[in-house]
Protein backbone atom coordinates (compact mmCIF):
# COMPACT_ATOMS: atom_id res chain seq x y z
CA UNK A 1 0.00 0.00 0.00
CA UNK A 2 1.50 3.59 -0.90
CA UNK A 3 0.56 6.86 1.35
CA UNK A 4 -1.39 9.17 -0.86
CA UNK A 5 0.74 12.48 -1.08
CA UNK A 6 -1.10 14.79 1.68
CA UNK A 7 -3.06 17.74 0.07
CA UNK A 8 -1.04 20.58 1.23
CA UNK A 9 -2.02 24.37 1.07
CA UNK A 10 -0.03 26.58 -2.03
CA UNK A 11 3.06 27.55 -0.87
CA UNK A 12 5.36 30.57 -1.81
CA UNK A 13 9.31 29.88 -2.65
CA UNK A 14 10.17 26.65 -1.33
CA UNK A 15 8.35 24.02 -0.43
CA UNK A 16 9.14 21.41 2.73
CA UNK A 17 11.72 18.38 2.47
CA UNK A 18 10.34 15.46 0.69
CA UNK A 19 10.20 12.76 3.54
CA UNK A 20 11.41 9.72 2.71
CA UNK A 21 10.42 5.94 4.23
CA UNK A 22 13.43 5.43 5.22
CA UNK A 23 14.77 8.22 7.55
CA UNK A 24 17.52 6.32 9.06
CA UNK A 25 19.80 8.15 5.98
CA UNK A 26 19.14 11.97 7.85
CA UNK A 27 21.25 10.08 11.07
CA UNK A 28 24.49 11.77 9.70
CA UNK A 29 23.06 15.20 11.23
CA UNK A 30 23.87 15.20 15.41
CA UNK A 31 21.26 15.40 17.63
CA UNK A 32 22.01 19.42 18.99
CA UNK A 33 24.00 18.09 22.40
CA UNK A 34 24.27 21.56 24.06
CA UNK A 35 20.71 23.01 23.68
CA UNK A 36 19.89 26.60 24.48
CA UNK A 37 22.08 28.29 26.76
CA UNK A 38 19.56 29.79 28.64
CA UNK A 39 16.37 27.09 30.06
CA UNK A 40 13.21 28.29 27.81
CA UNK A 41 10.83 30.69 29.24
CA UNK A 42 7.40 29.69 27.48
CA UNK A 43 4.03 31.66 26.97
CA UNK A 44 1.19 29.60 26.21
CA UNK A 45 -1.07 31.16 23.99
CA UNK A 46 -4.77 28.86 24.29
CA UNK A 47 -6.68 29.84 21.11
CA UNK A 48 -10.17 29.29 22.05
CA UNK A 49 -9.98 32.15 24.29
CA UNK A 50 -7.77 34.26 21.85
CA UNK A 51 -10.26 34.68 18.46
CA UNK A 52 -9.00 34.83 15.33
CA UNK A 53 -4.88 34.92 14.93
CA UNK A 54 -4.99 37.84 12.81
CA UNK A 55 -5.56 40.08 16.08
CA UNK A 56 -3.10 38.19 18.52
CA UNK A 57 0.09 39.89 17.85
CA UNK A 58 -0.81 43.41 18.29
CA UNK A 59 -2.78 42.39 21.59
CA UNK A 60 -0.26 39.95 23.24
CA UNK A 61 3.35 39.47 21.71
CA UNK A 62 4.55 42.95 23.15
CA UNK A 63 3.37 42.08 26.90
CA UNK A 64 4.83 38.38 26.44
CA UNK A 65 8.02 40.16 25.57
CA UNK A 66 7.89 42.94 28.21
CA UNK A 67 7.40 40.00 30.75
CA UNK A 68 10.68 38.08 29.88
CA UNK A 69 9.28 35.34 27.94
CA UNK A 70 11.28 34.17 24.90
CA UNK A 71 8.67 31.59 23.52
CA UNK A 72 5.25 31.61 22.41
CA UNK A 73 3.61 28.47 22.62
CA UNK A 74 0.44 27.80 20.59
CA UNK A 75 -2.30 24.53 20.54
CA UNK A 76 -3.39 23.11 18.04
CA UNK A 77 -4.43 25.00 14.71
CA UNK A 78 -5.16 22.52 12.64
CA UNK A 79 -8.99 21.51 11.53
CA UNK A 80 -10.80 19.56 14.07
CA UNK A 81 -13.19 16.69 13.65
CA UNK A 82 -16.59 16.32 14.83
CA UNK A 83 -16.07 16.93 18.79
CA UNK A 84 -14.00 20.67 18.00
CA UNK A 85 -11.45 19.03 20.30
CA UNK A 86 -8.03 21.20 19.50
CA UNK A 87 -6.31 18.14 19.98
CA UNK A 88 -8.76 15.88 17.62
CA UNK A 89 -7.19 16.65 14.34
CA UNK A 90 -9.50 15.40 11.51
CA UNK A 91 -7.13 17.40 8.74
CA UNK A 92 -3.63 18.14 9.37
CA UNK A 93 -2.80 20.31 6.57
CA UNK A 94 -6.05 22.71 6.90
CA UNK A 95 -6.44 25.41 9.37
CA UNK A 96 -8.86 25.49 11.97
CA UNK A 97 -11.20 27.90 10.39
CA UNK A 98 -12.53 28.84 14.32
CA UNK A 99 -9.28 30.99 14.02
CA UNK A 100 -9.16 32.50 10.47
CA UNK A 101 -9.09 36.01 10.09
CA UNK A 102 -13.17 37.36 9.27
CA UNK A 103 -13.51 37.51 5.66
CA UNK A 104 -10.83 35.72 4.34
CA UNK A 105 -10.80 34.06 1.00
CA UNK A 106 -9.98 30.68 2.43
CA UNK A 107 -10.77 30.04 5.93
CA UNK A 108 -7.81 26.77 5.99
CA UNK A 109 -5.25 29.11 4.87
CA UNK A 110 -2.00 28.84 7.47
CA UNK A 111 -0.96 32.42 5.76
CA UNK A 112 -2.45 34.00 9.05
CA UNK A 113 -0.19 31.96 11.75
CA UNK A 114 2.48 32.51 9.29
CA UNK A 115 2.22 35.93 9.62
CA UNK A 116 2.14 35.74 13.21
CA UNK A 117 5.24 33.84 13.36
CA UNK A 118 7.03 36.26 11.57
CA UNK A 119 6.04 39.10 13.98
CA UNK A 120 7.05 36.64 17.07
CA UNK A 121 10.62 36.46 15.55
CA UNK A 122 10.45 40.50 14.62
CA UNK A 123 10.03 40.64 18.71
CA UNK A 124 13.21 37.78 19.56
CA UNK A 125 10.20 35.52 20.31
CA UNK A 126 10.67 31.81 19.28
CA UNK A 127 7.27 30.12 18.37
CA UNK A 128 6.54 26.60 19.66
CA UNK A 129 3.72 24.32 18.17
CA UNK A 130 1.76 21.38 19.35
CA UNK A 131 2.96 18.13 17.75
CA UNK A 132 0.46 15.62 17.99
CA UNK A 133 0.61 11.92 16.12
CA UNK A 134 -0.67 9.84 18.85
CA UNK A 135 -4.34 10.10 17.38
CA UNK A 136 -6.71 11.81 15.12
CA UNK A 137 -10.05 12.47 15.34
CA UNK A 138 -12.27 9.46 14.62
CA UNK A 139 -14.31 11.04 11.62
CA UNK A 140 -10.24 11.72 10.20
CA UNK A 141 -10.09 10.73 6.28
CA UNK A 142 -6.95 8.70 7.17
CA UNK A 143 -8.92 6.28 9.09
CA UNK A 144 -10.66 5.23 5.51
CA UNK A 145 -7.69 6.04 3.69
CA UNK A 146 -5.24 4.19 5.74
CA UNK A 147 -6.73 1.82 8.21
CA UNK A 148 -3.82 0.05 8.82
CA UNK A 149 -2.07 3.02 10.28
CA UNK A 150 -4.41 2.29 13.48
CA UNK A 151 -4.62 -0.08 16.64
CA UNK A 152 -7.72 -2.37 15.82
CA UNK A 153 -9.47 -3.59 18.85
CA UNK A 154 -12.69 -5.49 19.76
CA UNK A 155 -15.07 -3.21 21.43
CA UNK A 156 -18.27 -3.65 22.99
CA UNK A 157 -21.21 -1.34 21.48
CA UNK A 158 -24.13 -0.02 23.43
CA UNK A 159 -26.83 -0.12 20.72
CA UNK A 160 -29.01 2.67 22.85
CA UNK A 161 -26.75 5.45 22.10
CA UNK A 162 -23.70 3.62 19.97
CA UNK A 163 -21.12 4.19 23.37
CA UNK A 164 -18.09 2.31 23.07
CA UNK A 165 -18.07 1.11 26.49
CA UNK A 166 -15.20 -1.52 26.28
CA UNK A 167 -12.19 -2.32 23.89
CA UNK A 168 -10.04 -5.45 23.78
CA UNK A 169 -7.46 -6.52 22.11
CA UNK A 170 -8.20 -8.34 18.67
CA UNK A 171 -7.12 -11.81 19.92
CA UNK A 172 -9.08 -11.42 22.78
CA UNK A 173 -12.44 -10.38 22.11
CA UNK A 174 -15.43 -9.81 24.72
CA UNK A 175 -17.55 -12.97 25.49
CA UNK A 176 -21.50 -12.41 24.13
CA UNK A 177 -22.65 -14.54 27.42
CA UNK A 178 -22.00 -10.79 29.18
CA UNK A 179 -22.93 -8.45 26.61
CA UNK A 180 -26.35 -9.37 25.26
CA UNK A 181 -27.25 -9.11 21.03
CA UNK A 182 -30.24 -7.45 22.09
CA UNK A 183 -28.28 -4.41 23.58
CA UNK A 184 -24.65 -4.79 22.84
CA UNK A 185 -22.83 -5.34 19.33
CA UNK A 186 -19.19 -6.52 19.62
CA UNK A 187 -17.15 -5.47 16.39
CA UNK A 188 -13.77 -5.01 15.07
CA UNK A 189 -13.13 -1.28 14.77
CA UNK A 190 -10.70 1.54 14.91
CA UNK A 191 -9.41 1.88 18.56
CA UNK A 192 -10.13 4.74 20.65
CA UNK A 193 -7.53 6.39 22.92
CA UNK A 194 -8.10 5.04 26.65
CA UNK A 195 -6.66 5.72 30.22
CA UNK A 196 -7.31 4.08 33.49
CA UNK A 197 -7.61 5.80 36.43
CA UNK A 198 -4.61 5.10 38.69
CA UNK A 199 -7.06 5.07 42.06
CA UNK A 200 -9.48 2.30 41.09
CA UNK A 201 -8.66 -0.05 38.10
CA UNK A 202 -12.39 -0.34 37.05
CA UNK A 203 -12.95 2.88 36.18
CA UNK A 204 -11.66 4.00 32.04
CA UNK A 205 -11.91 6.77 29.85
CA UNK A 206 -12.64 6.27 26.52
CA UNK A 207 -11.76 9.17 24.11
CA UNK A 208 -14.61 8.26 21.48
CA UNK A 209 -13.78 11.26 19.47
CA UNK A 210 -9.87 10.12 19.08
CA UNK A 211 -8.65 7.33 17.06
CA UNK A 212 -5.66 5.54 18.08
CA UNK A 213 -2.58 5.58 15.91
CA UNK A 214 -0.26 2.28 15.87
CA UNK A 215 3.11 3.94 15.11
CA UNK A 216 4.73 0.84 17.19
CA UNK A 217 2.76 -2.37 15.13
CA UNK A 218 1.28 -0.69 11.53
CA UNK A 219 1.94 -3.18 9.04
CA UNK A 220 2.42 0.25 7.04
CA UNK A 221 4.82 2.00 9.23
CA UNK A 222 7.33 3.33 6.73
CA UNK A 223 4.74 5.10 4.86
CA UNK A 224 3.09 6.37 7.87
CA UNK A 225 6.41 7.56 9.19
CA UNK A 226 7.28 9.34 5.82
CA UNK A 227 3.51 11.32 6.66
CA UNK A 228 4.74 12.61 9.85
CA UNK A 229 8.21 13.83 8.44
CA UNK A 230 6.40 15.34 5.56
CA UNK A 231 3.95 16.86 8.11
CA UNK A 232 7.01 18.67 10.49
CA UNK A 233 8.94 19.79 7.35
CA UNK A 234 5.59 21.32 6.20
CA UNK A 235 5.44 23.28 9.84
CA UNK A 236 9.30 23.95 10.07
CA UNK A 237 8.85 25.85 6.29
CA UNK A 238 5.84 27.76 7.98
CA UNK A 239 8.56 29.16 10.58
CA UNK A 240 7.89 27.18 13.55
CA UNK A 241 11.23 27.11 15.80
CA UNK A 242 10.17 23.89 18.37
CA UNK A 243 7.81 21.48 19.04
CA UNK A 244 5.31 20.15 22.35
CA UNK A 245 5.27 16.36 21.59
CA UNK A 246 1.71 15.43 22.53
CA UNK A 247 1.96 12.39 24.89
CA UNK A 248 5.66 11.65 23.62
CA UNK A 249 6.00 8.22 25.72
CA UNK A 250 3.03 6.72 23.78
CA UNK A 251 5.13 6.92 20.33
CA UNK A 252 8.05 4.91 19.88
CA UNK A 253 11.45 6.38 20.28
CA UNK A 254 12.59 5.74 16.56
CA UNK A 255 9.77 7.75 15.33
CA UNK A 256 11.09 10.41 17.38
CA UNK A 257 14.45 10.17 16.33
CA UNK A 258 13.63 9.90 12.19
CA UNK A 259 11.59 13.06 12.89
CA UNK A 260 14.22 15.01 15.28
CA UNK A 261 17.03 14.26 13.22
CA UNK A 262 14.88 15.65 10.00
CA UNK A 263 13.84 18.52 11.56
CA UNK A 264 17.40 19.25 12.68
CA UNK A 265 18.58 18.60 9.31
CA UNK A 266 15.95 21.08 7.87
CA UNK A 267 16.66 23.42 10.23
CA UNK A 268 19.03 23.14 13.32
CA UNK A 269 18.40 23.90 16.93
CA UNK A 270 14.90 22.83 16.38
CA UNK A 271 13.59 22.12 20.01
CA UNK A 272 11.60 19.21 21.05
CA UNK A 273 10.02 19.27 24.16
CA UNK A 274 8.32 16.01 25.23
CA UNK A 275 4.95 16.13 27.19
CA UNK A 276 5.41 12.70 29.64
CA UNK A 277 3.24 13.55 32.35
CA UNK A 278 1.70 10.09 34.09
CA UNK A 279 4.96 8.07 31.95
CA UNK A 280 7.05 5.22 33.70
CA UNK A 281 10.44 5.91 34.59
CA UNK A 282 11.19 3.30 31.94
CA UNK A 283 8.83 4.91 28.73
CA UNK A 284 10.58 8.45 29.97
CA UNK A 285 14.18 6.87 29.17
CA UNK A 286 12.79 4.90 25.41
CA UNK A 287 11.39 8.44 24.79
CA UNK A 288 14.20 10.92 25.80
CA UNK A 289 16.99 8.93 24.35
CA UNK A 290 15.18 9.68 20.67
CA UNK A 291 17.46 13.19 21.27
CA UNK A 292 14.72 15.35 22.82
CA UNK A 293 15.69 18.40 24.73
CA UNK A 294 13.01 18.97 27.58
CA UNK A 295 10.28 16.91 29.39
CA UNK A 296 7.40 18.41 30.71
CA UNK A 297 7.25 17.64 34.80
CA UNK A 298 4.76 16.96 37.68
CA UNK A 299 5.78 19.70 39.88
CA UNK A 300 2.69 21.45 39.94
CA UNK A 301 0.99 18.39 41.63
CA UNK A 302 3.48 18.95 44.87
CA UNK A 303 2.02 19.48 48.11
CA UNK A 304 5.71 20.29 48.70
CA UNK A 305 5.81 17.54 51.73
CA UNK A 306 5.82 14.40 50.04
CA UNK A 307 8.98 12.74 48.96
CA UNK A 308 8.10 11.65 45.28
CA UNK A 309 8.09 15.25 43.70
CA UNK A 310 12.60 15.40 44.43
CA UNK A 311 12.31 11.66 43.91
CA UNK A 312 11.01 11.73 40.05
CA UNK A 313 12.86 14.77 39.39
CA UNK A 314 16.25 13.16 40.05
CA UNK A 315 15.66 10.29 38.36
CA UNK A 316 14.08 12.41 35.32
CA UNK A 317 16.73 15.19 35.11
CA UNK A 318 19.95 12.38 34.60
CA UNK A 319 17.64 11.34 31.21
CA UNK A 320 16.64 15.08 30.29
CA UNK A 321 16.07 18.64 32.07
CA UNK A 322 12.65 19.59 32.45
CA UNK A 323 9.98 22.53 32.08
CA UNK A 324 7.55 23.14 35.03
CA UNK A 325 4.30 25.07 34.80
CA UNK A 326 1.93 26.60 37.51
CA UNK A 327 -1.15 25.50 35.83
CA UNK A 328 -1.88 24.22 32.11
CA UNK A 329 -4.56 23.33 29.86
CA UNK A 330 -4.79 20.02 31.28
CA UNK A 331 -5.25 21.61 34.75
CA UNK A 332 -7.92 23.60 36.85
CA UNK A 333 -7.16 27.47 36.50
CA UNK A 334 -5.02 27.65 40.41
CA UNK A 335 -6.71 30.90 41.10
CA UNK A 336 -9.86 28.67 41.10
CA UNK A 337 -8.25 26.46 43.39
CA UNK A 338 -7.26 29.06 45.93
CA UNK A 339 -10.14 31.12 45.94
CA UNK A 340 -7.83 34.15 43.80
CA UNK A 341 -5.15 34.10 46.36
CA UNK A 342 -2.82 36.70 44.44
CA UNK A 343 0.04 35.57 46.83
CA UNK A 344 -0.11 32.14 46.00
CA UNK A 345 -0.42 32.89 42.44
CA UNK A 346 3.03 34.78 42.47
CA UNK A 347 4.86 32.14 44.76
CA UNK A 348 3.62 29.07 42.34
CA UNK A 349 5.33 31.28 39.52
CA UNK A 350 8.12 31.77 41.43
CA UNK A 351 8.37 27.72 42.18
CA UNK A 352 7.75 26.61 38.59
CA UNK A 353 10.80 28.81 37.35
CA UNK A 354 13.16 27.63 40.48
CA UNK A 355 12.70 24.10 40.22
CA UNK A 356 13.43 23.40 36.24
CA UNK A 357 15.39 24.31 33.69
CA UNK A 358 12.38 25.38 31.55
CA UNK A 359 9.30 27.26 32.74
CA UNK A 360 5.89 27.77 31.15
CA UNK A 361 2.50 29.86 32.02
CA UNK A 362 -0.66 29.67 29.55
CA UNK A 363 -2.01 33.26 28.84
CA UNK A 364 -4.39 34.55 31.97
CA UNK A 365 -2.26 33.27 34.63
CA UNK A 366 -1.11 36.37 35.07
CA UNK A 367 -4.66 38.04 35.38
CA UNK A 368 -5.96 35.39 37.89
CA UNK A 369 -8.30 34.18 35.19
CA UNK A 370 -10.50 31.09 36.82
CA UNK A 371 -12.26 29.27 33.54
CA UNK A 372 -10.61 26.15 32.29
CA UNK A 373 -8.48 26.54 28.87
CA UNK A 374 -11.31 23.48 28.40
CA UNK A 375 -9.84 22.21 24.68
CA UNK A 376 -13.98 21.89 23.36
CA UNK A 377 -15.85 24.44 24.60
CA UNK A 378 -14.01 27.24 25.84
CA UNK A 379 -14.18 30.32 23.53
CA UNK A 380 -13.63 34.21 23.45
CA UNK A 381 -16.18 34.87 25.98
CA UNK A 382 -13.96 33.25 28.43
CA UNK A 383 -11.38 36.24 28.68
CA UNK A 384 -12.28 37.20 31.88
CA UNK A 385 -12.00 40.86 33.83
CA UNK A 386 -8.81 40.44 35.82
CA UNK A 387 -8.86 39.49 39.14
CA UNK A 388 -5.67 40.71 39.72
CA UNK A 389 -2.49 41.25 37.64
CA UNK A 390 0.63 40.30 38.25
CA UNK A 391 2.60 40.79 35.22
CA UNK A 392 5.11 43.00 36.53
CA UNK A 393 6.26 40.26 39.18
CA UNK A 394 6.17 37.36 36.69
CA UNK A 395 9.00 39.93 34.76
CA UNK A 396 10.75 39.86 37.74
CA UNK A 397 11.04 36.58 37.98
CA UNK A 398 12.10 35.72 34.39
CA UNK A 399 14.62 37.90 34.66
CA UNK A 400 15.86 36.80 37.94
CA UNK A 401 15.49 33.48 36.52
CA UNK A 402 18.40 34.20 33.81
CA UNK A 403 20.56 35.32 36.53
CA UNK A 404 21.41 32.09 37.84
CA UNK A 405 22.94 29.06 35.98
CA UNK A 406 21.22 26.43 38.35
CA UNK A 407 18.16 28.10 37.65
CA UNK A 408 18.77 27.41 33.96
CA UNK A 409 19.80 23.45 33.78
CA UNK A 410 18.09 20.41 36.26
CA UNK A 411 21.28 19.79 38.67
CA UNK A 412 21.02 17.92 41.92
CA UNK A 413 18.17 18.87 44.29
CA UNK A 414 17.87 18.22 47.86
CA UNK A 415 14.56 18.22 49.62
CA UNK A 416 15.52 18.93 53.54
CA UNK A 417 13.48 17.32 55.89
CA UNK A 418 13.11 20.43 58.08
CA UNK A 419 11.68 19.84 61.68
CA UNK A 420 8.56 22.20 60.88
CA UNK A 421 6.51 20.71 58.55
CA UNK A 422 5.07 23.72 57.53
CA UNK A 423 8.08 24.84 56.24
CA UNK A 424 9.63 23.85 53.17
CA UNK A 425 13.54 23.90 52.84
CA UNK A 426 14.89 23.05 49.69
CA UNK A 427 18.21 23.34 47.47
CA UNK A 428 18.82 23.46 43.74
CA UNK A 429 22.66 23.52 42.62
CA UNK A 430 23.96 23.94 39.50
CA UNK A 431 25.61 20.65 37.69
CA UNK A 432 29.08 21.83 38.32
CA UNK A 433 28.13 22.24 41.64
CA UNK A 434 29.37 25.58 42.26
CA UNK A 435 26.30 27.23 43.01
CA UNK A 436 23.55 26.80 45.52
CA UNK A 437 20.16 28.38 45.94
CA UNK A 438 18.19 27.63 48.94
CA UNK A 439 14.43 28.05 48.64
CA UNK A 440 12.56 28.54 51.96
CA UNK A 441 8.98 28.83 52.06
CA UNK A 442 6.18 29.25 54.50
CA UNK A 443 3.41 26.39 53.21
CA UNK A 444 1.03 27.40 55.20
CA UNK A 445 -0.99 30.42 53.91
CA UNK A 446 -2.80 31.49 57.13
CA UNK A 447 0.11 32.22 59.85
CA UNK A 448 3.46 33.05 60.09
CA UNK A 449 6.22 30.45 60.93
CA UNK A 450 9.55 30.54 62.92
CA UNK A 451 12.34 29.69 61.08
CA UNK A 452 15.42 28.84 62.98
CA UNK A 453 18.70 27.75 61.30
CA UNK A 454 21.76 26.46 63.88
CA UNK A 455 23.85 25.52 61.53
CA UNK A 456 23.66 26.94 57.86
CA UNK A 457 26.64 25.23 56.58
CA UNK A 458 24.62 22.17 56.93
CA UNK A 459 22.20 23.47 53.90
CA UNK A 460 24.64 25.39 52.39
CA UNK A 461 27.84 23.24 52.55
CA UNK A 462 30.33 25.11 49.96
CA UNK A 463 32.28 26.73 52.72
CA UNK A 464 31.72 29.77 51.30
CA UNK A 465 30.07 33.14 52.03
CA UNK A 466 25.61 33.44 52.17
CA UNK A 467 23.96 35.99 50.54
CA UNK A 468 20.18 36.55 50.76
CA UNK A 469 18.98 37.39 47.30
CA UNK A 470 16.09 38.97 45.75
CA UNK A 471 14.40 39.63 42.32
CA UNK A 472 15.33 43.04 41.68
CA UNK A 473 18.89 41.65 41.89
CA UNK A 474 19.64 43.42 46.03
CA UNK A 475 21.71 40.81 47.39
CA UNK A 476 22.45 41.21 51.70
CA UNK A 477 25.26 38.99 53.20
CA UNK A 478 24.53 36.36 55.93
CA UNK A 479 27.05 37.52 58.78
CA UNK A 480 26.81 34.64 60.98
CA UNK A 481 26.65 30.47 60.36
CA UNK A 482 23.03 30.97 61.84
CA UNK A 483 19.84 32.07 60.85
CA UNK A 484 16.74 32.95 62.42
CA UNK A 485 13.81 34.50 60.84
CA UNK A 486 9.31 34.19 61.35
CA UNK A 487 8.27 34.15 57.38
CA UNK A 488 4.96 35.74 56.65
CA UNK A 489 1.96 33.11 55.40
CA UNK A 490 2.85 31.84 51.85
CA UNK A 491 6.01 34.02 52.08
CA UNK A 492 9.67 32.91 51.27
CA UNK A 493 13.66 33.64 50.94
CA UNK A 494 15.98 32.93 49.20
CA UNK A 495 19.56 32.12 49.83
CA UNK A 496 22.29 31.95 47.20
CA UNK A 497 26.02 30.01 47.90
CA UNK A 498 28.81 30.36 45.51
CA UNK A 499 31.84 28.43 44.92
CA UNK A 500 35.03 31.02 44.44
CA UNK A 501 36.72 30.78 40.64
CA UNK A 502 40.10 28.91 42.17
CA UNK A 503 37.83 26.31 43.63
CA UNK A 504 36.88 23.27 42.25
CA UNK A 505 34.03 21.05 42.94
CA UNK A 506 32.78 17.46 41.51
CA UNK A 507 29.80 17.47 38.86
CA UNK A 508 27.63 15.61 41.49
CA UNK A 509 27.77 17.66 44.76
CA UNK A 510 25.42 17.81 47.47
CA UNK A 511 26.68 15.37 50.36
CA UNK A 512 25.91 16.62 53.50
CA UNK A 513 28.33 15.76 56.55
CA UNK A 514 27.36 18.58 59.03
CA UNK A 515 25.61 18.00 62.53
CA UNK A 516 22.16 16.60 62.35
CA UNK A 517 19.84 18.44 63.68
CA UNK A 518 20.40 21.67 62.09
CA UNK A 519 16.68 23.34 63.00
CA UNK A 520 17.29 23.31 66.89
CA UNK A 521 14.07 21.38 67.09
Not at 152 to 162: E, F, H, Q
Not at 192 to 213: M, N, Y
Not at 312 to 332: G, M, V
Not at 390 to 410: W, Y
Request: proline content about 7%.
Amino acid sequence: MTAAKPVKPAKKGKGPAKATAKPASLAAEPANPAGPAMGPRIYNLFPRILGSVDTWADKHLDRIKMMGFDWVYVNPLNYTGFSGSLYSIKEFYKFNPLFAPEGIDDPHSWEPLRAFIRSSHERGLKFMYDLVINHTSIDSPLVEEHRNWYVIKSVVVRKSDGKVILQNPIDEPASTRHFNEKNYTIEERVAHPCAIDPADSRKVTIWGDLAEIDNRSSPDKANMLAYWLDLVSFYLEMGMDGFRCDAAYQVPAETWRSIIQLARVQKPGTVFAAETLGCTLAQLKETVDAGFDYIFNSSKYWDFTQPWCHEQYESFRKAAPSISFPESHDTKRLADETNKREDVQRFRYLFAAFFSAGVMMPVGYEFGFTRPLDVVTASKADWQVPNFDISEFVGRVNAFKQRFRCLNEDGPMKHFDYGNKSVLVLRKTSKDGKQHLLLVYNKDWNNTQDVIFDSVPFFLDLGTPVQFVGLDGEEKALESTSWRATLEPNGHVLLLQKQRPQETMPEETGKVTEPQDPSGS
